[in-house]
């Protein structure tokens, strides 16, 4: 932690903040520049709430030296993290990149398996599909519950692609945790600490997606909440974020791929469906992300999305999900990876 | 609802759209303009998810006309609502405007009780106090939970102060209900419909935080979850959104203020120590929104910001409560209210 | 200037940086902490590019230290910088608020005189009015130009107001000079340097519009380019940034005024107009503006809003100036100002 | 247009709003919905400002229903356009991607002619390098100026490469349109409207770079100002938008380059140097951008990045530059293109 002191501050005003420097057990080291002092305190510690310092006379700024989270960053773990997920445990993280897709919602069960067979038919490793549905409006369709987890099991059983669905609260955890395969946390809920902490317990992987406005470092503490909890397989899953942008629904800034390739050990999955609101764009960032580097891509697919129950307008269509899969593949070949 | 075709659509396109909007039991009215046709939609319905149509071919857009909230819009009810709480039943939403403050985090006894004296010696309606602390990062300090409850309620019998805490999770909201006037949602779980559902079934009056990102729709939506759900006792509260500015934790966006009195009947509480940061931002703050219109202030206010288990940058003092709640009167008397 | 070194980073790699400061004409001082070195460099120079040193091997990051800006700032001038503007040379950034008031375009003779005699009527320091009109779109009314801005003098010696109006290019700067008391530049042209230098040699105060997605630093560095140039009269103006928010045109961040005033000596203005785009949110925006310590407020006002050649959307007419004009009265004595 | 009255409007009212319509000559088409009324006009006009019926009574939104630019628009011509640029004639929109790149400010001789050899045994097509350099901070580098374009159009002879570099003002129009290939307009610029009118008659090709918070149609009616005024030569470039994102100096949104694709016939070109502010984020997202489909690439490439006198953060190596460029060939192949 660095403290930066307005100019004109005098020795009083620095010894007081040396002093709260040693009162949180860390020592000082104090810089007289030309125009300001500097105080550079040393045994920095992450889990001390430091920014009270700025309340102190004549503190002009505290800059964080470290990273407030640990266990997912590259410094305590050098290599890249695989988590294997579903039947055939497909490693995701490693040379090979995963596409998952499925409905927004489960709508029935002819739905559900004819979506499963063709994302079988297409390559895909995993079958996406929301049985318990967070809407914006309390008016909207809410999913079908327990009773579409079972349909995701039956087309999990029917085609060994591994199963991911939202769970949305506490309560939803061993019955999710018991039929499918991947625990997804939604971007709403990825400040919801104690769901964090609750799937941080569960023994299945969890592909945590970054909140609207999330900065990429309280991404990175979501994703400390549950490794810290105890389960260290997760999934880091961005979906767009939000910004003046006004021809998509969120703004899905690519650069997090190899921003957080370099800050962390974990695969990391893009959304290119939430990421643009719109099916006319979702192939090119399908593209764009598998070049970006990312481990895998989650995507919205329906048979008939005119008359989805839900996010219909972001949803391809099997026939381009059909095209897309080998323009992808190549893509993946021309960096030494594959789909 | 108002669907505009792309240039060039066919007869037979704009027919395809016509029957997507009576399957949605709508009724159609095409207007053929100079460049483009629109379909204009009757018996616009606010629970039908019709983003779909945006799928079929040669649409360019749908327009929704309707917003998608009632029961918080003032359609429904014209005059404004008023929110009583506390011991003394202040009236929020009426003439007078209510200022609430107290720490962050609740500490310890000595610290809540001192700091419900001076909010009280200061004349304000409220006392707030963390008792369960949702933090960014796992290993910071998490609250003092039941003990915390149980001192805020100590605090309240002596002052009449009314005592406003978060509810975090929906385990917390009986205890809480029990000992506390009104339950917080915070900004983090704007969008945690299961929450939101179980406070729209408590007996007691909701203080709801728009979330960092949350467009104004989607803040009364949320409103709209918790009065569906029978609880019409809601409180809007602006805490900031984020946004690229630097120099603040948060963007405090004032226009909010008159802009939800014109849209809904509720009452609209400002939290500037959220929507700064920093404590010398605050005092400004508070002055501009009480003249912006708004019916309550919520704050942050610690006897040692310094040493302040949370928020300590953004705490004022008990001196500076002093000195701005005279000026807060000031103001309010310039619009024809009071503090 | 503080450079962070990655966790692991060697011997070398520190004295590389060490080099690289020493080039740079800076001394440096490392300091080995527990989990990371850090170098912090004495004689800091403003004028130098640094962030080079970020591609050295192992570098994280580099802060810096002081502000880039320097006559705009506190630290070079202490006490507030008063501006006088027009025939009656009002001190803006004194005690005494002043409000200014007029139509975004200058339409007609008998529009500006008559929005001048309300001005003047109403109590406001000056008149705004554009006649040359910086248009999003090339189809768009341009202004009347040279015409415009002899009828801005005409209406300034008819009344004694201030007269405002923005200059789009160096050519316009001598003739606007010559008829008019401040010399405006948009939010749109807040980068545009050359123009920045020019009104930098000129002898008439300049108002400063801050850019739609200008950070704090930039507006005052483009404050600096006109200091620079030799021109100490700026006014800072707010008139609202870009964010996601839907309602507005713009989000007014009106916690800029504080700020402001504690980093810069430079009188500020706010422009609830622009700064939210609709004529129903103005009045609120007006009072809280004067409630946050501006010093002046710049509003849209016209007599027939509705057939307004640009900008009638957020113009209020002259019967709402006339109720506004008491109660920022009375909110700015309640400050200890006046208007 | 369709103008959407609020509930509750009497006929009184929805018959001024129908006035309104006609004074603006178009025709009105008035839908009473079982909530609200909505006047749909016909005979929309692009050139008239219609925001101004906002102000009239009971109207609670004006939606456009065309959008405000023509002439960039896929409605006005449906073939993409080509644009070719430089000595040797390369077709910008055509089937080849272009790759251009070169240091952000040119510094010597030495330095243009080492990288314009670079960019050329790379592959690229293009030389980019600053010789007017707009700079945030008045104390910062400015550019070789008129020495910098000479030594530009030796290396334009000597490599055979097209050379693009920035105009900041009109009168430096002339001497780069004689020495150089393609006229620049910065981010800073895009709203110049001046100068985008003065490049709009000159007879090179004219690469516009996007503001930081540019909305796309902002974007668009920038590149119709051009077009507008004589010159149909318009190169599309995204450079990154600003948001509250802090590892990266912008955010790339690149579903930019699909919408272009779909709105406009312009060529799209990607610069992931500023849009991203960080070197090691550039290679994959030049890959990322061609993936999606960008017709070129211009990016900055320093043989001294440490050194550099401006943007060296974001620079990449000549190393970098030649392993990178095998692997964007790749990609380009990977969707049936070519670099």
């Given at each position: 932690m660095i403290i930066v002191m307005k100019p004109g501050a005098s020795e009083d005003q620095v010894q007081h903040v040396v002093d709260l420097v040693r009162d949180f057990g860390l020592k000082e080291h104090v810089i007289h520049g030309t125009d300001r002092t500097v105080v550079a305190c040393i045994g920095d510690k992450r889990h001390v709430d430091k920014s009270a310092i700025e309340n102190a006379s004549m503190v002009e700024r505290v800059v964080p030296v470290l990273a407030p989270y640990k266990m997912a960053s590259r410094e305590v773990r050098?290599?890249?993290?695989q988590i294997r997920v579903g039947p055939r445990q497909f490693p995701l993280?490693?040379?090979?990149?995963?596409?998952?897709?499925?409905?927004?919602?489960?709508?029935?069960?002819?739905?559900?398996?004819?979506?499963?067979?063709?994302?079988?038919?297409?390559?895909?490793?995993?079958?996406?599909?929301?049985?318990f549905k967070p809407r914006t409006s309390p008016y909207a369709f809410q999913g079908l519950r327990e009773e579409g987890l079972k349909l995701?099991?039956?087309?999990?059983?029917?085609?060994g692609?591994?199963?991911f669905t939202e769970?949305?609260?506490?309560?939803?955890?061993?019955?999710?945790?018991?039929?499918?395969d991947v625990?997804?946390?939604?971007?709403?809920?990825?400040?919801?600490?104690?769901?964090l902490e609750a799937v941080g317990k569960a023994d299945k992987p969890v592909l945590l997606k970054r909140g609207l406005s999330a900065t990429l470092e309280e991404f990175l503490l979501a994703a400390e909440y549950i490794i810290n909890a105890g389960n260290e397989q997760v999934i880091l899953?961005?979906?767009?974020?939000?910004?003046?942008?006004?021809?998509?629904?969120?703004?899905?800034?690519?650069?997090?791929?190899?921003e957080l390739n370099d800050k962390t050990h974990l695969p990391v999955v893009v959304d290119?469906?939430?990421?643009?609101?719109?099916a006319h764009l979702v192939p090119a960032m399908c593209r764009a992300a598998v070049a970006a580097g990312a481990d895998g891509i989650i995507l919205e697919c329906h048979n008939d999305p005119e008359h989805a129950s839900s996010d219909g307008a972001q949803s391809i269509t099997p026939a381009t999900l059909y095209e897309l899969m080998p323009v992808l593949k190549r893509i993946a070949q021309a960096i030494d990876r594959d789909v």
């Open positions: 050098g290599e890249r993290t993280g490693g040379r090979q990149v995963g596409i998952i897709a499925g409905p927004c919602s489960i709508e029935s069960r002819e739905q559900i398996l004819l979506l499963a067979d063709v994302a079988q038919k297409a390559g895909c490793i995993g079958l996406r599909g929301g049985a995701l099991a039956e087309a999990r059983a029917r085609t692609l591994a199963v769970v949305m609260s506490i309560e939803q955890i061993p019955l999710v945790s018991e039929l499918c625990l997804q946390i939604g971007a709403r809920n990825m400040h919801n600490y104690a769901l899953c961005e979906r767009g974020i939000r910004t003046f942008e006004d021809y998509v629904r969120n703004t899905l800034p690519l650069a997090v791929v190899p290119p469906s939430h990421g643009t609101g719109h």
